[in-house]
């Protein structure tokens, strides 16, 4: 087996992996949002401190599956450079006590790995990963090949919303609430540029939109419930446009035969249906890791683990970086 551990932003995961069937044996993981609420954000050296507290507790609930281990996997980029340093921390004390090797996982690579969770792999596909930190399309032909097509050149998708959730004060995280509070608003009332409209670059961008909101926001004045409503709903509909925009322009220059939506920000419903009808007439077979596997989590590194345990991929204890931004995958 192989024991995971994740804490890239605000969730203090551990999970154990089965090498030989991908069963997922165990999996745990500890929420810091409503810590971090009363912020409208992550803040990182909190975080640090929660997950010193949560992960040993997690841990202690795995050591009878210890003998059995034979190897260690950690989160080592990208994400925040303290949180990072306490799962690697302790992946490299793991790693010494039990004598066994050290596997350095890639974060995104892990989303991208949460489609396969308790299954085989099934590639090439092209994936659209939206999250807090990034909004990217990749093409993904196999564990080691994967080529970034696009990507935002500010804030996220997941970001944006988290950000449009602050100026309303509707807490942290944003995702879920916006998505919400769109469900009673008008889409229709307010026309919000879409980003990049003009650009025939495939990029992303949403500090323009967000500035938008504030804008539209501050004349507005009092805000009644209604106008939160639709605020976030004529929002989340330029934000999803935006992406749909861009997919569009890729699909001029590719038509892949499978496309995977992947990442904290793709358990919103209404982008996996404008994701839908976009692919629909191509006939593209869309894919979606399970909901509770879309945001951060200790499965997706196991997962992916187990292909890099598989091709001797470890790394030395002194040997293993925390880098907080990658380019490349």
Same mark, same amino acid.
């Given at each position: 087996?192989?024991?995971?551990i994740?804490?890239?932003? !605000?969730?203090?995961?551990?999970?154990?992996?089965? %090498?030989?069937?991908?069963?997922?044996?165990?999996?745990?993981? %500890?929420?810091?949002?409503?810590? &971090?609420?009363?912020?409208?954000?992550?803040?990182?050296? +909190?975080?640090? $401190?929660? &997950?010193?507290?949560?992960?040993?507790?997690?841990?202690?609930?795995?050591k009878?599956? *210890?003998?059995?281990?034979k190897?260690?996997?950690?989160?080592?980029?990208?994400?925040?450079?303290?949180?990072?340093?306490?799962?690697?921390?302790?992946?490299?004390?793991?790693?010494?006590?039990?004598?066994?090797?050290?596997?350095?996982?890639?974060?995104?690579?892990?989303?991208?790995?949460?489609?396969?969770?308790?299954?085989?792999?099934?590639?090439?596909?092209?994936?659209?990963?939206?999250?807090?930190?990034?909004?990217?399309?990749?093409?993904?032909?196999?564990?080691?090949?994967?080529?970034? /097509?696009?990507?935002?050149?500010?804030?996220?998708?997941?970001?944006? *919303? !988290?950000?449009?959730a602050?100026?309303?004060?509707?807490?942290?995280?944003?995702?879920?609430?916006?998505?919400?509070?769109?469900?009673?608003?008008?889409?229709?009332?307010? !026309?919000?540029?879409?980003?990049?409209?003009?650009?025939?670059?495939?990029?992303?961008?949403?500090s323009?939109?967000?500035?938008?909101? $504030?804008?539209?926001?501050?004349?507005?004045?009092?805000?009644?419930?209604?106008?939160?409503?639709d605020?976030?709903?004529? @929002?989340?509909?330029?934000?999803?446009? &935006?992406?749909?925009?861009?997919?569009?322009k890729? @699909?001029?220059?590719?038509?892949?035969?499978?496309m995977?939506?992947?990442?904290?920000?793709?358990?919103?419903?209404? +982008?996996?249906?404008?994701?839908?009808?976009?692919?629909?007439?191509?006939?593209?077979?869309?894919?979606?890791?399970?909901?509770?596997?879309?945001?951060?989590?200790?499965?997706? %590194?196991? $997962?992916?683990?187990?292909?890099?345990?598989?091709?001797?991929?470890?790394?030395?204890?002194?040997? /293993?970086? /925390?880098?907080? $931004?990658?380019?490349?995958?």
């Amino acid at each position: 087996m192989i024991l995971s551990i994740e804490s890239s932003c !605000d969730d203090s995961s551990i999970a154990i992996t089965d %090498i030989k069937t991908n069963k997922l044996i165990y999996h745990k993981k %500890i929420s810091q949002e409503l810590e &971090h609420n009363v912020y409208g954000g992550v803040v990182p050296e +909190l975080a640090a $401190r929660l &997950h010193i507290e949560a992960l040993p507790k997690i841990l202690e609930e795995c050591k009878k599956y *210890f003998k059995d281990l034979k190897a260690i996997a950690v989160t080592n980029a990208p994400g925040l450079s303290v949180t990072l340093m306490e799962g690697v921390t302790m992946a490299k004390a793991l790693s010494l006590s039990l004598n066994i090797p050290l596997i350095a996982v890639n974060h995104l690579k892990g989303h991208i790995y949460s489609l396969f969770i308790e299954k085989e792999e099934w590639l090439p596909v092209t994936v659209l990963l939206v999250s807090g930190g990034h909004t990217q399309i990749i093409e993904v032909q196999s564990l080691n090949d994967m080529k970034i /097509i696009g990507s935002s050149s500010d804030d996220s998708f997941g970001e944006s *919303f !988290d950000k449009v959730a602050k100026m309303l004060g509707l807490g942290y995280p944003g995702g879920p609430v916006v998505q919400e509070y769109s469900q009673k608003g008008d889409k229709e009332r307010f !026309d919000f540029p879409i980003p990049l409209r003009q650009s025939p670059k495939i990029e992303f961008s949403y500090s323009g939109l967000k500035n938008a909101v $504030r804008v539209q926001i501050l004349e507005l004045g009092d805000l009644t419930i209604q106008d939160k409503y639709d605020i976030c709903a004529s @929002f989340q509909k330029t934000a999803v446009a &935006h992406l749909i925009m861009k997919l569009k322009k890729y @699909f001029k220059q590719t038509i892949p035969t499978k496309m995977a939506i992947v990442g904290g920000a793709s358990a919103n419903l209404y +982008l996996r249906d404008e994701i839908n009808k976009l692919c629909k007439p191509y006939s593209i077979e869309i894919l979606v890791a399970d909901l509770k596997y879309c945001s951060d989590n200790a499965a997706m %590194i196991g $997962r992916i683990a187990v292909e890099q345990y598989k091709i001797n991929d470890f790394v030395g204890i002194d040997e /293993i970086d /925390i880098i907080p $931004r990658v380019k490349k995958l």
